[in-house]
């Protein structure tokens, strides 16, 4: 998988990464990375007009094993613990 992002990342704390893609999220929860991404767009919906929410939810993409381009987000820690406080438990 080829993620089409400047995420951070090293072995020091100072050098951990600054942001988390919306499929590393998805394994951490046990959900669909589908079911996430819906989780993510209703967050940005009702945060739209109030927040910026490219402080928090970054759109990018990635390519699957058979090379095609899909969907993903990139979440700041702040954007994790909105996600986490905000996601749909159905």
């Known amino acids: ?5 400047n995420k951070k990342g090293g072995g020091s704390i100072n050098e951990l990464p600054q ?16 079911n ?5 767009r209703k967050i940005i919906k009702q945060m739209s007009g109030v927040k910026n ?3 928090y939810f970054s759109e990018t993409s990635y390519r699957n094993s058979q090379n ?10 702040i954007g994790c613990e909105l996600y986490s406080n905000r996601m749909d438990w159905d």
């Open 53 to 55: 929410h490219e402080s």
């Open 19 to 34: 942001t988390s893609t919306s499929l590393e999220v998805a394994e951490m929860v046990g959900r669909t990375h589908d």
């Open 68 to 77: 095609k381009e899909l969907p993903c987000h990139l979440l700041t820690k």
């Open 36 to 40: 996430v991404l819906k989780n993510i």
């Open 1 to 5: 998988m080829k993620m089409n992002n």
